[in-house]
């Protein structure tokens, strides 16, 4: 299974970027997915996520700006990223699992991830 990630790029302060994940399975469709971003110097931390039945968590530093959904037919997953800010700057990994992706669940052995897509904001 491989996720491919894509839709990252180079924005201004208040601008937005849609982010998209494919999962390359026929058969399998994972419950769990979602997206994590680490910036330099920092570790990976959650941003959202979402359950095949559009049950959604998120970030609070997110929360209000960003909305995470799912195409079940397509296996994908999206990010719309909305009044983005600098500090949002971030390699964004999406991630798969058949359990629950939480702040724990960052290490690439859990389920499954993406290559990463930088977004770069810029004041």
């Known amino acids: 299974v491989q996720l491919q990630a894509s839709g990252g790029g180079l924005v201004q302060a208040g601008g937005s970027l849609r982010l998209s994940c494919a999962a390359s399975?026929?058969?399998?469709?994972?419950?769990?997915m979602g997206w994590y971003r680490q910036a330099p110097g920092n570790r990976r931390a959650l941003v959202a996520t979402i359950t095949t039945g559009g049950t959604t968590t998120y970030a609070d530093a997110v929360k209000g700006r960003f909305t995470i959904s799912r195409d079940n037919a397509k296996k994908t997953v999206y990010l719309q990223m909305n009044s983005l800010k600098p500090e949002d700057t971030a390699v964004y990994y999406c991630?798969?699992?058949?359990?629950?992706?939480?702040?724990?669940?960052?290490?690439?052995?859990?389920?499954?991830w993406g290559q990463g897509t930088q977004v770069t904001v810029s004041s």
């Open positions: 991630a798969a699992a058949f359990s629950p992706l939480t702040e724990a669940t960052t290490n690439d052995g859990y389920g499954y």
């Open positions: 399975t026929t058969f399998v469709r994972f419950t769990f």
